[in-house]
């Protein structure tokens, strides 16, 4: 299997959108481990670890998020994997 890890920001309308509930559902149903959060400068911030092919849609829909989201910049580094991030969760 080939496991990837992508550390993802968001910029634009993403806060107050429900765009880390949106993430966490898509990961869970991609079954992809990591954590999203709120980033104290307005953006969203989230780390996807999982197969290639499901970060990589986890990815994708990073660049239009929910319905209600706004996304104006989406900044994608590929790390190694850990496989120590477990069950996708919101972080506060």
């Known amino acids: 299997m080939d496991r990837v890890r992508a550390h ?33 400068d307005g ?3 989230a780390v996807f670890e ?13 660049y239009s998020g929910p319905s209600s989201a706004r996304v104006d910049r989406v900044e994608v580094n590929w790390e ?3 496989g120590k991030e477990g069950a996708f969760s919101i972080l506060w």
């Open 8 to 40: 993802v920001f968001v910029e634009g309308e993403v806060q107050g959108v429900n765009f880390r509930a949106y993430a966490r559902d898509q990961a869970r149903q991609a079954g992809v481990e990591g954590w999203v959060r709120n980033t104290k």
């Open 43 to 45: 953006r969203v911030e």
């Open 50 to 62: 999982g197969t290639r092919s499901a970060v990589q849609r986890l990815v994708s829909w990073c």
């Open 80 to 82: 190694e994997p850990t």
